[in-house]
């Protein structure tokens, strides 16, 4: 019985933080943290009345958390884009001094990319602004401090990245892109790949 209340408690204390995240976060972070909060309530719904029936709980929530991505805007989505990437550029701008300043290297390297997603557990803060003041998006990489914002990383096979965040565990080369979900994140696991350095 104290096992159920405490997983009751703590359910209460998971709704309240995200509800005080939804009244700090901007207009497209409270839709889908509203969302999110919607999918935690559906599963948590109805007394829990067995551990069985607590595990079966849990893998779900997990489960969704897992798969939860962000959710794309169908309404006028070429304006979204190209306010949010105008946005960017304008924080990225600050940072023009030290990225001018910048040698990249000339040869190809290899580098460690993993994978994070705009979940709590993951992020400091606003999970969907980056460490240079940009909204997260598909392009997204988070770099060691050696590297300026702005920086341009080509991966062979992927694409062009924009150095826009940092974490605690990136270092050397070791580099983390984003991904919508937090599933994605976790199937892209940890690769090392070739990548050109660019201004």
């Given amino acids: 019985m104290r096992n159920i209340a405490k997983v009751l408690f703590l359910l209460v204390c998971l709704v309240s933080f995200l509800e005080i995240k939804t009244v700090l976060a901007k207009e497209?972070?409270?839709?889908?943290?509203?969302?999110r909060n919607?999918?935690?309530?559906k599963i948590t719904q109805g007394d829990v009345k067995s551990v069985e029936a607590q595990e079966t709980d849990r893998?779900?929530?997990?489960?969704?958390?897992?798969?939860?991505?962000?959710?794309?805007?169908?309404?006028?989505?070429l304006e979204i884009k190209s306010q949010t990437l105008t946005a960017n550029e304008r924080k990225l701008a600050h940072y023009k001094s030290k990225l001018d300043a910048y040698t990249p290297p000339k040869e190809?390297?290899?580098i460690l990319v993993t994978g994070y997603s705009s979940t709590p557990d993951?992020?400091?803060?606003?999970?969907?602004t980056t460490a240079s003041g940009t909204r997260v998006h598909l392009g997204t990489m988070a770099c060691p401090p050696q590297y300026p914002f702005g920086t341009k990383i080509s991966i062979e096979?992927?694409?062009t990245?924009?150095?826009e965040d940092r974490g605690g565990a990136i270092k050397g080369s070791h580099f983390d892109m984003w991904f919508e979900s937090r599933g994605e994140?976790?199937?892209w696991g940890k690769r090392v790949v070739a990548a050109k350095i660019e201004k």
């Fill in 28 to 35: 497209t972070s409270e839709d889908i943290i509203r969302t």
């Fill in 38 to 41: 919607s999918v935690i309530n």
């Fill in 59 to 77: 893998s779900k929530l997990s489960s969704e958390i897992i798969n939860f991505k962000v959710p794309i805007q169908e309404e006028k989505p």
């Fill in 108 to 110: 190809e390297i290899s």
């Fill in 122 to 128: 993951q992020t400091w803060g606003d999970p969907f």
């Fill in 157 to 159: 096979g992927r694409g």
């Fill in 161 to 163: 990245y924009v150095c």
């Fill in 185 to 187: 994140a976790l199937h």
